[in-house]
């Protein structure tokens, strides 16, 4: 699976691969010819509805599950090959966590990092320590992990990713089944993780999520790629249209037009259009001078799902 | 984060994790702790000493008034009615009674339960991308239901001699060949013994490990080893299949009993040897070529 001579395609790139393909033994295909690259520094966004390949993908960049075709290199390394060089330098929160009900908090940390070879058991007991602070566990370190609840279980799994210093962090779904406030804390630690220059590789199926943390985003559908880029580009035109509600539309869009507003579009007593650069308070006083009764004001932004929907003709919940 | 140990800012360069001989330890004493921290394996430990108390409380209440047991020496488990004139055969008894099904059953759940209930838990993915790594957390596993082999048998043959000490006179030991040695030698062949029938469940647990790897659902993989078991004890008991027995792995189990022979005779030991390192040479082997190659989708 591994080809030695392969040359790595990019070396700024923790993640790279080249036709990856997963065709699961009853033939569904999972994932089709894929071509990620995933920039080092990144917040990086797999996005998806449920079902479009992404945690197959995943799986098979973190060697659980082995490519039918095509290559993957993660950190440099040829995958599933190179596990044993690779994982120690990868945080990993793969489909919720996983823990052992019947061991405490800190006892589960202790398991995983047991597990792992590079992991130093003098330090053990410290970094354990360090990573149940950092994720707000701390209190609650001495309690069985069946008694948490799932926001607690989703923070531990970090702490466990978080145990060692990790040049890439894989986080598949992480605020599933959080509450709001959970979600934010989630989004708060990427950041700071980010900014400790971990570059962050981050799957969900919230597009909003992907619009408030990532800098780049690949959109799957139906295992294959759709498209990838920096978040500015994929939603690109983004500048929003100007929505003015007014009761009398036909002069609302005269002036607008005479003030560079193009793409007007009246509906009822709707006219939106694209407005000119510059400040759009300047169009509503406008407006206002010309004696237009204006009901209402803005701009409606282009969303990521905005842009997905035109990407894939679809809406983002359907399972594909 | 104000921790010193941050890794650099899109660093270029970075070595090759290193690994200790001795770190990788950590895993084995870690599957250890989970295995003996677990609820399930406290209780069947529990169990598997409740069997000598009871079989001796039972024999002591049998014969309070000097009577023997049962009719005679053919009924219950070999040496019962040795019982009474030595505690130490309660030893031999309780070993004799769980031989057949009690005890290779619990090694039947915990072994089958070794892989499979990680991955129904999701514990394994996590395991695997530590990475704890295929081989070793296989080798770990498998040290973890061999370790449990022996305990479990210790477990009935210290309960059985507390409570054979407690219950019934001790001193010397009258072997089967009819020569008497004294308690301490009697101790070193009841621990010879121990330690045989606990070998003798090497090769379960290793069929149970394969078992383990080819499901994701650790109560399917339990019921299946359980299956086994009961299935080849009744093809071992079936007169008609004389010719395939030998290759049954409890075929030659009962010959712990030669240890209490003088001069011991070797022949059937050996062969029980022989019979679970072949089967632990078979099933090691499909477990490890299932578990390594395996899409671990759960």
Known sequence: MSEPTAA????????????LTKRYRGGQLAVDALDLTVPRGSVFGFLGPNGSGKTTTIRMLLGLIEPTGGTAHVLGAPMPGSVRQVLPRIGALIEGPALYGFLSGRDNLLRYDAADPTADPGTRGARVGRALERVGLSAAAGRKARTYSLGM?????????????RELLVLDEPTNGLDPQGMREIRSLVRELSGDGI??????????????????????????LVTQGTVAELSAGARGRLTVTTPDPGDAARVLKEHGVTDLVTDGEEVTGDPPPGDPAALNAALVRSGVRVRAFGLRRVSLEDAFVSLTGEGFDVAG | MSRAEAP?????QHPAPTVGALWTLGLFRSELLVTFRRWRTLALLAVLAAVPVVVGLAVRIETRDGGSIGGGAEGGPAFISQVTNNGLFLVFTSLAATLPFFLPMTVGVVAGDAVAGEAGAGTLRYLLVAPAGRTRLLAAKFTAVLAFCLVATLTVAVFALVTGALLFPTGEVTLLSGTSVSFGEGLARALAIALAVAVSLVGLAALGLFVSTLTDSGVAAMAATVGLLITVQILNAIPQLEAVQPF???HHWLSFADLLRDPVYWDGIVKNLGLQAAYTAVFASAAWARFSTRDVTV
């Open chain 1, 8 to 19: 790595r395609d990019d070396d700024s790139a923790v993640i790279s691969t080249r036709g």
């Open chain 1, 199 to 224: 570059t962050v590789f981050l799957s969900s199926h919230l597009l909003d999520e992907i619009e408030q943390v990532c800098t780049h985003a690949a959109v799957m559908h139906r295992g294959r």
């Open chain 1, 153 to 165: 279980k989703q923070r531990l799994g970090l702490a466990a990713a978080l145990l060692q210093p």
């Open chain 2, 8 to 12: 650099p800012a899109g660093a270029a």
């Open chain 2, 248 to 250: 049954l792995f409890p």
